[in-house]
């Protein structure tokens, strides 16, 4: 679809909190997945959220399905849309990891993160209860991510 510019850090449009979807797996949220996961692609990121490309939804992708020149040693990741998402930890166990973002280039830094999370992601629309799914986390990069990912759509689980 389109490769979008991800916004820098210092413009004020990452500083918005993004709005919950409401058109849940309607053509916009198709379009603007396409959009993201081609724009993450291009910038060879591992996850987007809306609000690094100026659209300020709660909507969020990742995946490490190919190598990536960024994480070379990264497990691998199955593309993932989290629309909506709530994290919950599940215990109190954190492990550090290097994180990066596109919209901080040549930054990295060391962060904690839940090792075990449950993300709920729902639709909060006329369609409630359509589309909706409830993700278990345990392995290290995917409740990382999940949890990077949200943060970067303007709220930190």
């Known amino acids: 679809?389109?490769?979008h510019t991800v916004l820098k850090m210092g413009d004020p449009r990452l500083l918005r909190?993004?709005?919950p979807d409401t058109a849940f797996n309607g053509d916009s949220l198709h379009l603007l997945?396409?959009?993201l996961l081609d724009t993450m692609i291009a910038?060879?990121?591992a996850g987007l959220a809306a609000l690094q490309i100026g659209v300020d939804l709660q909507v969020v992708v990742f995946c490490s399905d190919e190598p990536n020149p960024r994480y070379p040693d990264?497990?691998?990741v199955p593309h993932t849309v989290l629309c909506n998402p709530v994290i919950t930890p599940l215990?109190?166990?954190e492990q550090l990891g290097w994180e990066g973002c596109l919209?901080?280039?040549g930054l990295r830094g060391l962060v904690p993160r839940w090792q075990r999370i449950h993300a709920a992601p729902c639709a909060a629309g006329p369609s409630r209860g359509a589309?909706?799914?409830v993700v278990s986390a345990e392995a290290w990069t995917p409740a990382r991510d999940t949890q990077d990912s949200q943060a970067s759509s303007g709220g930190v689980p």
Do not use: H
């Open 91 to 93: 215990g109190e166990e």
């Open 17 to 19: 909190v993004a709005k």
């Open 74 to 76: 990264a497990p691998r």
């Open 131 to 133: 589309g909706c799914f």
């Open 103 to 105: 919209s901080v280039p």
């Open 33 to 35: 997945v396409s959009d």
């Open 1 to 3: 679809m389109t490769v």
């Open 43 to 45: 910038a060879n990121g």
